[in-house]
Nanobody
């Protein structure tokens, strides 16, 4: 069973930066992809970014391109999301997720709140 634990959320002003981290319990992620999603009250969870554990094939939703960067550290077994130039519309609960490369997102963390104040 894959377990994911997010950290790094908080309150930041417009234009500021935060770095989210996701610690994964699984030690063999070679066939996995990792992702970040976010959700606000009353809305569906939306995709933010993903990366293959190999470090290739990164993807971003259009609204965060050029501002957010996803990365992974194979030695620490973590996936990070560096968020720069934060906007009020980035306010959400952010979730880390994992899936087999060709599969559905099956494993989720508990979420971490990101609040951007104007």
């Amino acid at each position: 069973q894959v377990q994911l634990v997010e950290s790094g959320g908080g309150l930041v002003q417009v234009g500021g930066s935060l770095r989210l981290s996701c610690a994964a319990s699984e030690r063999s992620f070679d066939t996995y992809k990792m992702g970040w999603f976010r959700q606000t009250p009353g809305k569906e969870r939306e995709f933010v970014a993903s990366i293959r554990w190999s470090g290739t094939t990164m993807a971003y939703t259009d609204s965060v391109k050029g501002r957010f960067t996803i990365s992974r550290d194979t030695a620490e077994n973590t996936v990070s999301l560096q968020m720069n130039g934060l906007k009020p519309e980035d306010t959400a609960v952010y979730y880390c997720a994992a899936a087999r490369i060709s599969g559905q997102w099956a494993y989720w963390g508990q979420g971490t709140q990101v609040t951007v104040s104007s």
